[in-house]
Each structure stands twice: as structure tokens, then as C-alpha cells.
């Protein structure tokens, strides 16, 4: 008597509409900056699926570390980032009954040093990029210095300030910010910075408060380029010019400057805690390093 033996169930490519789908669904839970830079996240996984010839609704837990394997030549913090997007795909995906389970559940994380990888400008160097912007002829400069050192913005923050952002509130002349998630804060905005916005807008009654050299609004690329001929123009060393780093340095100058951690931390708008640590702990790793301590007690014999 012979005995059948039912055919073993094969991995089908789910409908490229399904995809989609649960895609967009993602997508739709941001809102402008944060959903184009979730949306360049996700598409680095899912072109690296698309070479490998996989199914990311089809993907295993050793397939996503495989790919982490891959994307280990980028900063840990970057693999992180884009790790944590892949995992809220997942889990929506899981949430919408798309998928079962996440395959993304038990995915080993890399491990993120918990000082900031980035420094920030010095007091004399920071002096020198501001009085580089306020003498510069292009009148956009000085405010784009001024947002990022002197208010902290994050550059998409400063490139999507409009002039209608611009207002009072109780006696304040404030900038209506919008950050992370689609939040909303109010910015107090200081003379020198206000004086900077104010150069910047002119006469316009409307649009973007920065304009690049076409007059539109200005991006994140154009910024950086305006950054690094003011740090040529202060005759800075700096061996990369990045926006990023005048943020970093409004934040260690309010720690300089003895504003506690959790002033810091409202004024940098960080939603965890142990962001604004970071900070703190790269600004000491370097301030207070034995290497000045045992250079000075061996000063003598030299």
C-alpha cells in the first residue's frame, strides 16, 4: 500500500499592490520632513530587498540582519535610525493584519557609543562663522547661522520657517517652529537673532524666511554649502562643515553657559533625555580628558 505524501506549501512573492499598501499605510502616520526623511530610510531597505531578489513581506529575522551586515559601512547611529524604521514598518504591518508576526521583532541592534559622534564649534570658532555670516553680502547668512547656533533649530526646521511663523506673544517676538512628529513650539526669538530674520526677509510679506541664490526656499544641501564658504571665509579648520554641527554647539554653550539638563533639553526641544546627555558627555569626554592632567603634571620635566 503506498502512502501519498501532500506537497510542501512554497514561498509565494505577495501582490506588488500589497506592498504598497502597507507602505503608504506607514508613511501616513508622518507629516513633512519626518515623512520624507521615514520615506528615504525605508527605500534603502527596500531597494537592498529588491537586489536581492526578496519579498520584504516575505523577509525572516536573518534576512533583516543580513541586510544590517550590508549598511555597516554607514555610522552606527545612521543603522540605528534606519533599523528603527524598518521595525515600525513591521510592526504596522502586524498592526494592519498585513503580516502575522514581525520578522523585525528580535533584530540585534548595533550598538550606538553614548557620546555624540559630532562636535560642535568653539566660542572663538562660533565668533568667528557668526562675524563671517553678519559681513557676508548674501542677506540669507546671517540668519541661517543665527537659527541654527543661536535658536538650536534642526535644519529642516530652519528651511521650512515661513514669514507668517513670525509673530508676538506677551511683549516676545517669537517664531512658530515646527519640529519632529508635526510639533508646534513657540521660539523667543533674541535681538541679534531677530535682527538677523528681519535681514533676511527684507520687505517680503510672505513665503520662506531662507532663500538660496534662484530665490525659493532653501534646502538642507544649499545650507551646507553656504556653511562651509562662511567656515573658509572665518578661516575655520574644520574638516567637515555641517549643519548639524552649529545645533551641537548651541547646545553645548547652554551647558557652558551652566543651564541644567532639563532647561537644556526644553530649549533643544529633545523629546528623550539621554539625547541632551549625549551632548554633555562628548563636550566633557574632551574638556576634561587625563591627557590635560597628565601633560600638566609632567609640565615640569619638560
Not at 505524501?5 to 508613511?27: G, I, K, M, W
Not at 557620546?115 to 568653539?122: A, I
Not at 533676511?200 to 534662484?214: C, K, Q, T
Amino acid at each position: 500500500m503506498t502512502t501519498s505524501t501532500a506537497p510542501q506549501p512554497t514561498a509565494t512573492a505577495s501582490d506588488p499592490r500589497l506592498l504598497a499598501a502597507a507602505v503608504a499605510a506607514y508613511l501616513g502616520r508622518y507629516r513633512g520632513q519626518p515623512r520624507m526623511h521615514t520615506d528615504s530610510d525605508l527605500k534603502v531597505f527596500l531597494r537592498w530587498s529588491a537586489d536581492q531578489a526578496l519579498d520584504p513581506l516575505q523577509a525572516a529575522r536573518t534576512d533583516i540582519e543580513r541586510w544590517l551586515q550590508d549598511v555597516r559601512c554607514y555610522r552606527p547611529s545612521t543603522v540605528s535610525r534606519r533599523l528603527s524604521v524598518v521595525i515600525g514598518f513591521y510592526r504596522v504591518c502586524v498592526i494592519d493584519q498585513i503580516l502575522p508576526h514581525s520578522p523585525a521583532d528580535y533584530v540585534r541592534r548595533p550598538l550606538v557609543p553614548p557620546e555624540s559622534p559630532t562636535l560642535g564649534l568653539s566660542h572663538l570658532q562660533f565668533e568667528a562663522m557668526i562675524t563671517a555670516a553678519r559681513l557676508s553680502a548674501n542677506i540669507n547668512d546671517f540668519a541661517l547661522v543665527a537659527m541654527l547656533g543661536l535658536l538650536g533649530l534642526r535644519i529642516f526646521e530652519a528651511c521650512g520657517a515661513t514669514i507668517a511663523d513670525l509673530g508676538e506673544e506677551h511683549g516676545h517676538r517669537v517664531l512658530k517652529v515646527r519640529g519632529k512628529g508635526g510639533k508646534v513650539v513657540l521660539a523667543p526669538l533674541p535681538p541679534a537673532v531677530a535682527r538677523a530674520i528681519d535681514r533676511a526677509v527684507d520687505d517680503r510679506d510672505d513665503g520662506p524666511i531662507l532663500r538660496n541664490a534662484r530665490g525659493t526656499r532653501m534646502d538642507r544641501h544649499a545650507a551646507t554649502r553656504r556653511l562651509k564658504l562662511l567656515a573658509e571665509t572665518a578661516e575655520l579648520r574644520m574638516p567637515k562643515m555641517h549643519p548639524h554641527m552649529l545645533r551641537h554647539t548651541f547646545v553645548t554653550t547652554l551647558l557652558d553657559a551652566g543651564v541644567s539638563l532639563r532647561d537644556v533639553r526644553i530649549a533643544a526641544r529633545h523629546a528623550d533625555p539621554r539625547t541632551t546627555i549625549r551632548y554633555d558627555r562628548a563636550r566633557k569626554s574632551l574638556d576634561r580628558h587625563p591627557n590635560y592632567i597628565g601633560a600638566a603634571f609632567m609640565a615640569s620635566g619638560t
